[in-house]
């Protein structure tokens, strides 16, 4: 049987043309009124996902990168 990638990881991570990956920034879901507007945009952004080999291998199996 063939290896499966693991969706709900994939879909998680954004696959760059140059073949990086990048994921959102944690602490975005609640509790963001008080925020001040650098902070807020610097949580917008996307920011490099750095994963080893053999994890790769495990969740991301049919991802080209």
């Known amino acids: ?3 499966k990638t693991n969706k709900s990881f994939s879909k998680r991570l954004k696959l ?3 073949g990086k990956l990048l994921n ?3 602490g975005r879901n609640h509790f ?11 949580k ?3 920011r490099e996902f750095h994963i ?3 994890s ?3 969740f991301l ?3 080209k990168s």
């Open 1 to 3: 049987m063939a290896m």
């Open 16 to 18: 760059t043309k140059s």
């Open 24 to 26: 959102r920034k944690s």
């Open 32 to 42: 963001n009124a008080k925020d001040r507007r650098p902070s807020k945009s610097a």
């Open 44 to 46: 917008n952004k996307l």
């Open 52 to 54: 080893t080999n053999k």
């Open 56 to 58: 790769g291998s495990r």
């Open 61 to 63: 199996v049919n991802i």
